[in-house]
């Protein structure tokens, strides 16, 4: 599947609000908390794509309670509810994603 920046964007703050637009809830926020729960085999994932920055192991420069969804070409969409953040990064080498997010982070808080 190929969408926009902007479609990424929309899926992250759909996440970010709890599976709300505006005034209807699109998502179930049960469903929700589940796929933000670590799963058993692999506690730093959730389920249906969600990557879980449990520990702070993938991410330690993000808060603990973010995650993130990944697709090829390491096109991310970021979700930061401690910080009521969504990041867009598209097509970047994976192992830049902590020094981008940390930056992207140092950025807000000045």
Request: glycine share 10%; proline share 3%.
């Amino acid at each position: 599947m190929f969408i926009s920046a902007r479609d990424m964007a929309r899926f992250g703050l759909l996440h970010l609000r709890d599976g709300a637009w505006g005034d209807r809830q699109i998502l179930s926020r049960a469903w929700l908390e589940m796929a933000r729960t670590p799963g058993e085999a692999n506690d730093r994932y959730g389920f249906m794509n969600f990557f879980l920055n449990t520990g702070q192991r993938a991410l330690p420069a993000a808060p603990e309670s973010a995650y993130y969804h990944l697709g090829a070409g390491t096109n991310m969409v970021y979700v930061d509810q401690e910080n009521d953040l969504v990041v867009v990064a598209r097509w970047f080498r994976q192992g830049a994603m902590n020094d981008f997010i940390g930056q992207v982070l140092a950025a807000i808080e000045e």
